[in-house]
């Protein structure tokens, strides 16, 4: 089939390339002249493991080409995904603007009978609103394009697993002529057995905010449980694990730490909240889980008050600047905002991470950086773990020990083992453990 993306980040990307690895033809479309050369040469604009190979192929194979011409990419499709960004606008509400830039753009080339996929994560009533501008800008083909909503859960870090082997696909749409051409671009996968979920589209879109929101949730759920722990001397650790193994609740999503950041959680869950009051619905839980999540870097700030007194003047060690592990993201990382919180405090913050190093420079300038978690830790007077990355399983616990000023360590995201730290010569402390005995 004929594919078109329009915005090549990380969802538009990811979809371009696992379209074309599932044996359609794809051109994606971006606005952004840069990142597209950097797309013809078959590299990825960030870091997400897997996607170098999966791009390479793709382009090789002639299956993927990139295009900065909407009409271009548009013309003879039969699938539009439309993926361009929807950032938070100033009242924390989605800002539609370039969904709806898009949307008008691609209907002036699109011929009937093609299908308008919204991919990028929109407030349910969007697809109403897209069909609107379709009545207004292209009455004479209205009746024959149709828009569909199938949003996008890759997580990054695993998002080429997540788009090639996804847990389930969501379609939602308003006739069986959409559903049918759905099911056919999604065909190779729904052969190896991916549940396929047909819903209404405003099921669909609300969905994708009601699941990000859950999920959140869950988290500032385990969050506040670690408060509760280290009152009560009991191990959030132990706790997760204990309400994890009831099925009816899961393993996932209760992992205590710094919280939660990222593009899509902070931006989503104020959205959702936002839209359920506009709907006349006051949902006051999220304002909750928002509070209980920024609540996980005061913490950490008084831990580390409790180990070295002032912040002013003080050399904190930093491991981990982006959001999570296995990413280069650094967009509302919880690691960065702890990072200007201590800066703002006085302390000299020296960073490292294993992707994220020029991303974090460019988003706060005072950080100073180091190349491995050695060199950041010479001097320091306190070690602060930040980002789960596995590798910080790893560290030579003696060696940083010796090269920091003061022995002193916030484990944020509850990575290391207590004893360990504290044979190593560490005061050690985490989120909701208690203490080494
Ligand atoms: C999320 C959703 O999972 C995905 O389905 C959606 O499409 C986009 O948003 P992502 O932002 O890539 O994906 O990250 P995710 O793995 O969900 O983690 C979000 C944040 O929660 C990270 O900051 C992570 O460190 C934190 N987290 C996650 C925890 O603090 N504890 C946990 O137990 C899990």
């Known amino acids: 089939m004929h594919i078109s993306v329009i915005g090549t980040g990380h969802v538009g990307l990811l979809t371009a390339v696992s379209m074309a690895a599932i044996g359609h033809d794809v051109v994606a479309e971006d606005i952004d002249h840069e990142k597209m050369e950097i797309l013809q ?21 002639g299956k993927l080409r990139f295009s900065t011409d909407v009409e271009d990419a548009t013309q003879g499709a039969d699938v539009v995904f439309i993926c361009v960004g ?15 830039k898009a949307t008008q753009e691609v209907i002036r080339h699109v011929r009937p009978g093609t299908v308008l996929v919204e991919k990028s994560t929109v407030p349910a009533g ?7 501008v379709i009545a207004m800008e292209r009455p004479d083909i209205a009746a024959e394009l149709y828009v569909v909503s ?18 389930r696909i969501l379609v939602g749409a308003g006739s069986r002529r959409a559903f049918n051409v759905m099911r056919r671009v999604y065909q190779p996968l729904l052969d190896k057995n991916v549940a396929l979920i047909e819903t209404n589209i405003s099921t669909s879109e609300l969905s994708k905010h009601a699941c990000n929101a859950f999920l959140a949730l869950k988290i500032s759920y385990a969050n506040a449980m670690a408060r509760i722990c280290e009152r009560a001397g009991a191990d ?26 990222g593009y899509c959680f902070p931006k989503d869950l104020t ?28 913490v950490a700030i008084e831990k580390l008050r409790s180990c070295v007194w002032n912040l002013e003047g003080k050399r904190i060690a930093l491991l981990g600047l982006s959001f999570k592990a296995g990413t280069d993201d650094v967009r509302f990382s919880p690691a960065l905002v702890l990072a200007r919180r201590m800066i703002e405090e006085g302390a000299v913050v020296i960073g490292y991470d294993p992707e994220a190093r020029n991303n974090a420079l460019k988003e706060l300038t005072s950080l100073k950086v180091a190349t491995n978690p050695y060199d950041a830790a010479r001097g320091a007077h306190c070690i602060v773990i930040a980002t789960d990355w596995p590798e910080f399983r790893d560290l030579d616990l003696a060696k940083l020990r010796e090269l920091a000023t003061y022995p002193m360590m916030v484990d944020a995201r509850n990575l ?15 989120m909701g453990r208690s203490a080494p005995s």
């Open 41 to 61: 040469l078959g590299r990825a604009p960030f870091f997400e493991p897997g996607l170098d190979v999966l791009l390479d192929e793709a382009i090789r194979s």
């Open 86 to 100: 929807t950032p938070a606008g100033a009242n924390g509400e989605a800002n539609l603007v370039a969904v709806e």
């Open 126 to 132: 969007t697809a109403a609103r897209i069909e609107r």
């Open 150 to 167: 199938n949003p996008e859960f890759l997580r990054e870090g695993r998002a080429v697993q997540d788009c090639l082997e996804p847990d």
């Open 236 to 261: 959030v650790e132990a706790v997760a694990e204990i309400m994890g193994s009831d099925p009816r609740i899961g393993q996932d999503f209760l992992k205590a730490g710094l919280g939660w950041g």
């Open 271 to 298: 959205a959702f909240r936002l839209l359920a009051s506009r709907l006349g619905y006051d949902f006051p839980l999220l304002a909750e889980v928002e509070r209980i999540n920024s609540e996980a870097v005061d």
């Open 416 to 430: 290391l083992d207590p004893l360990e730290a504290k044979k190593a010569g560490f005061h050690y402390d985490s």
